[in-house]
């Protein structure tokens, strides 16, 4: 067995490779990581003291495979004006990607609400909704208020805004 799947499906696998069209990537604020070993030798990973952001880990990406890239997640929780900043962030690095020769064809802000429990990992079913969508899921959960960032993103999502970035 390798990496969970019997050798028999892994080689069928192998017999007849798909080739893939599109790298997704997820970026988020605590994507990036470092090893700390501890005083006792013990390695951690921590989140990175100095990360070198989603342009230059999308063009790291795009080196080694060759493929477009697709920014399939990316979000923060936190305030409206965090999110916008984020989103503004994430755009401007996509455009430094694009300046370098790296071929962005997508984003997604994953989640479009804010999540419910993701504070457990979903294995609480308490209803703690965690800011990170571009619609509030509060006072109640079935209010769904656009943040301040929905018309920054619709504006982006304009096909002449994507020309543009093109």
Sequence with gaps: MAAG???ATLDRLSADPVPVDVIGLDYYPDTEHDFDVDE???THIVRASRPVGLAATAQAYYQRYDRPLFV?????????AERRAWLAWNVAEIEAARARGVDVVGYTWWPLFDHIDWNTL???????????GLYH????TADRQPTAAVADFRRLARPAAVKEAT
């Excluded at 979903?122 to 990170?132: D, I």
């Excluded at 899921?137 to 109640?140: A, E, H, R």
Aim: some cysteine; proline content about 10%; charged content about 15%.
């Design 137 to 140: 899921l509060t006072p109640t």
């Design 72 to 80: 399939a997640e990316s979000s923060t929780s936190g305030t409206d």
């Design 122 to 132: 979903l294995q609480e079913r308490s209803g703690f909704v965690c800011p990170a």
């Design 40 to 42: 006792t030798g013990a």
């Design 5 to 7: 799947f019997p050798r």
